[in-house]
């Protein structure tokens, strides 16, 4: 299959070239159903009547500025009306005279204040009267944020969705909420979505807060997946994902805010669909959002001299789930519309949502991701009789996070996990797996770290039943996704090993089981499979597509 034109990304060139997919074999009809569970989210309306405008013409403020104020506002009189211990009265006059200018942190985005050292926004009194005096609040940034620059694991993000040990300033619920006014509004919307969680973090329900606005979707940390992963196969797999969510999606692009790959295909888009409005960053908690506002700068900066000047104060970026706490308004665009960093959406049935706060790095990948294959077996090894029972009988862990039960496979079926290295995996008979896993909890089988934290584990207490058929020995059967980790690929063995001919038949195709075993609520989700690797490939088959179908599909780039 000759490859498709690209979009060529570097520090020197800005080159855009469309990438249409190939019409090939039409793509077999997949053998299972997808299930997905996410979170309601609340989407009151307020009023924006009640917001004067300071001027007229080309001096009123913008639906953007008017987002922003409401948000600092209600968050900051928050803030205020925690700390007053005076009647309720006197509460409402403090309240009511609040101005709606308030400063933020402009690398979190919470109100700066004073009073609570460890809470969000906190600034030395000293450093907060200097900086005012010379009104230079806009450059200030928060202990908190301070310590996020350097590595500490600071959370501040409790309740459902929330993260397990540390602080909890604020709850997910009230993150949601800062984002409910969007659906209403005439933005551009740029979701982004992790290729190494795809389904955990896509954000199913994003039409409650995007409502109708024009979306780009974009596929960070494409530089993880595997050696060799042929990138347009990847886009078509991604479009072919999210059409089905039916949502108004304008285009799809692969990037990596590390290598910034695909990040000037982004910008060029963003020109061409913003026509004036303002542009906002929405995606799931920890999908690289800060990350991929820094690198969108940093290409911009090298011709546009306001996102240059951007720069200097942008959004932190960590590793902790719920760095950005309120909506960051930056000036990085000419001529009209602003950029806008958003809260991250924290999602229950994530497995960050149930892990300690001191082990969230455990989940994030740091390097390419490394298939690991159960059974490890050689290409010109022959089956012997041992062997030949496969899988079957036997209970695979994935660190103390998952524990996947072979009930029935055929003999030459093979699990292939991706996901991060620090997770470990062990093998043991599933009469022994329990009493492996309570006396390994915390110290082979890690997260949990640590006897303190094992005690404190609630357990696996989610079990899914799969029942998976093969359609196609030439292709992997499934993927079964689990929800902020990674994914595990069912295929079988290379064609060239030699197999007992007698060992299976049409019959077991039809009746391969499994038993998941995850965390409540963490969410379990099979899916057509992803093709990664230089394998992926040979197998994947581009849909077949008319005219209509192939005007009306969303095209993608990288």
């Not at 960053?281 to 999908?287: D, P």
């Not at 012997?384 to 055929?410: E, H, M, P, Q, Y």
Request: charged letters at 20%; glycine letters at 8%.
């Amino acid at each position: 299959m000759a490859p498709n034109p690209l979009l060529f990304s570097s520090s020197h060139a800005l080159c855009h070239f469309p990438i249409f997919p190939k019409t090939l074999t039409p793509r077999s009809v997949s053998p299972f159903s997808c299930r997905s569970s996410l979170p309601q989210t609340s989407s009151p309306h307020s009023d924006s009547s009640s917001i004067e405008p300071s001027g007229t013409g080309a001096a009123a403020p913008t639906r953007g500025d008017l987002f922003l104020e409401r948000q600092q506002s209600r968050s900051t009189a928050t803030v205020v009306l925690k700390q007053s211990k005076k009647n309720s009265k006197k509460k409402r006059a403090v309240a009511s005279k609040l101005s709606s200018a308030i400063t933020c942190c402009y690398g979190c985005g919470a109100p700066l204040q004073t009073e609570e050292m460890e809470a969000p926004g906190y600034v030395d009194p000293e450093t907060y009267e200097l900086k005012k005096k010379h009104r230079q609040l806009r450059t200030v940034l928060c202990g908190r944020c301070k310590l996020l620059s350097h590595g500490h694991m600071v959370t501040a993000v409790g309740g459902h969705g929330g993260y397990p040990g540390g602080k909890q300033f604020v709850t997910a619920e009230e993150l949601r909420e800062k984002l409910s006014h969007l659906r209403h509004e005439k933005v551009l919307i740029v979701k982004l979505v992790d290729i190494v969680d795809f389904n955990g973090s896509f954000l199913s329900r994003i039409r409650d807060l995007a409502g109708a606005n024009p979306i780009i979707l974009v596929a960070t940390k494409v530089d993880l997946l595997p050696k060799g992963t042929e990138l347009n196969c990847i886009g078509d797999w991604v479009v072919d994902a999210t059409i089905k969510k039916k949502l108004n999606v304008v285009s799809v692009h692969l990037t990596s805010s590390k290598s910034l790959v695909g990040i000037v295909g982004v910008i060029a888009e963003i020109q061409k669909e913003k026509k004036g409005r303002d542009v906002y960053i929405l995606g799931s908690a920890n999908v690289g959002k800060s990350a991929f506002i820094n690198a969108l700068l940093k290409m911009m900066g090298e011709k546009d001299p306001v996102a240059a000047a951007a720069q200097k104060y942008k959004p932190i970026q960590s590793a902790v789930p719920g760095t950005t706490l309120g909506p960051i308004q930056i000036e990085a665009f000419q001529g009209g519309g602003k950029l806008f960093d958003t809260p991250g959406v924290h999602l229950h049935h994530r497995q960050a949502a149930v892990v300690d706060s001191e082990d969230l790095t455990l989940l994030a990948p740091k390097n390419r991701l490394r298939a690991q294959s159960f059974p490890v077996l050689s290409e010109n090894k022959r089956l012997n009789d041992t062997a030949a029972l496969g899988l079957n009988g036997f209970s695979i862990f994935w660190g103390g996070l998952v524990r996947v039960d072979i009930i029935k496979v055929l003999p030459e079926t093979r699990l292939t996990f991706y996901g991060p290295r620090q997770l470990p995996i062990h093998m043991v008979p599933t009469s022994e797996a329990d009493q492996f896993y309570h006396k390994e909890l915390g110290i082979s089988l890690t997260p949990p770290t640590g006897n303190q934290r094992a005690e404190a584990w609630p357990g696996l207490q989610v079990v899914r039943q799969l029942q998976i058929n093969f359609e196609n020995r030439k292709r992997p059967a499934c993927d079964i996704a689990i929800s902020g980790l990674g994914w595990i690929a069912i295929e079988q063995f290379s064609s060239n090993l030699n197999v007992d001919p007698n060992a299976n038949n049409e019959a077991d195709l039809k009746e391969l089981q499994l038993a998941v075993h995850v965390p409540k609520p963490v969410e379990v989700f099979v899916r057509p499979p992803m093709p990664v690797g230089k394998a992926g490939e040979e197998w994947y088959e581009y849909q077949e597509l008319t005219e209509k179908e192939e005007e009306l599909r969303p095209k993608w780039f990288f």
